[in-house]
């Protein structure tokens, strides 16, 4: 008898249901280093803004004609060195560092150094990560009447904000968010902001915001911290506004192995100019 009329007649099929098993077992592992290396080295969302944040926004703004000794941009390391000094002052303001009455009266407009955007917590495979978009195509106005802010309108294109995932942005702009039938997000303020200060220099004052936001074509009221700055001629308004999807008729956006909370932050850094 040979060797072969000794093999059971089944051996075929178990090899070939074996390398089905060691097979599955390669992909599994494959896409779970995929989603470590994603969750952990390749997903690039940046920190939420913060003090430093509005301080390197007006620094990296600053127009020519008020830095006739610089003749770069500013470096790196001096925008931190500014934000991490600013981050850790106190919330007092020097009397010395107030802008002068009246100086910033008047109407002033978004520049691209301004960033408004989401942030929202995801679980992707059972791996924790953070959703960050942002965009600076923003329009609007800022009115400033002695140290109060009397209107703030500002409206952001939903399909101008992007993440690090072209996935997840149009996710986002379409079913999330819907933005053929609702285009932009919009923010008004409802009651004036009284900052007590108009500060200068790397002086930040913190007030209160009420206003109205306006997602996905519904409109809340919400109210929240801003902080505000002056540095060479230029406004920097920094907030953020938590969001619970539902109340703005948005489907939680979980999608497959992304899991999401049911809440997140809209978040932005506005810096402001006198209109030309």
């Avoid at 007649?9 to 994603?38: C, E, M, N, Q, S």
């Avoid at 107030?98 to 942030?119: L, N």
């Amino acid at each position: 008898m040979t060797d072969a009329d000794t093999t059971p007649p089944d051996a075929p099929r178990r090899r070939h249901l074996k390398w089905i098993v060691v097979g599955a077992i390669g992909f599994a592992a494959l896409l779970f280093g995929g989603i470590l290396l994603y969750a952990y080295v390749l997903n690039d969302s940046p920190d939420e803004l913060d003090a430093g944040d509005l301080s390197n926004a007006l620094v990296a703004t600053v127009p020519e004609t008020a830095a006739d000794t610089v003749a770069d941009p500013v470096p790196d390391s001096v925008a931190d060195s500014v934000a991490d000094s600013v981050a850790d002052s106190q919330a007092t303001t020097d009397p010395a560092q107030v802008a002068p009455a009246g100086e910033f009266d008047g109407d002033w407009v978004p520049t691209d150094a301004s960033e408004f955007g989401y942030r929202v917590e995801e679980v992707l495979a059972g791996i924790s990560t953070t959703a960050v978009g942002r965009s600076n195509d923003i329009d609007g106005v800022l009115t400033i009447d002695g140290t109060t802010a009397t209107a703030v309108d500002v409206e952001v294109q939903i399909d101008s904000i992007k993440s690090d995932s072209a996935l997840r942005d149009g996710k986002f702009a379409g079913s999330i968010m819907n933005a053929d039938e609702f285009p932009t997000a919009t923010f008004s303020l409802t009651e004036p902001i009284e900052f007590g200060v108009i500060p200068v220099g790397d002086e930040q004052v913190t007030a209160t915001a009420t206003g109205e936001l306006t997602l996905r074509g519904v409109t809340n009221p919400v109210t929240f911290d801003v902080t505000a700055q002056t540095t060479d001629g230029r406004i920097g308004v920094l907030g953020s506004i938590p969001v619970v999807f539902a109340d703005y008729g948005i489907d939680n956006p979980s999608f497959g192995q992304v899991k999401t909370e049911d809440d997140g932050l809209v978040e932005f850094v506005l810096v402001f100019e006198r209109p030309t």
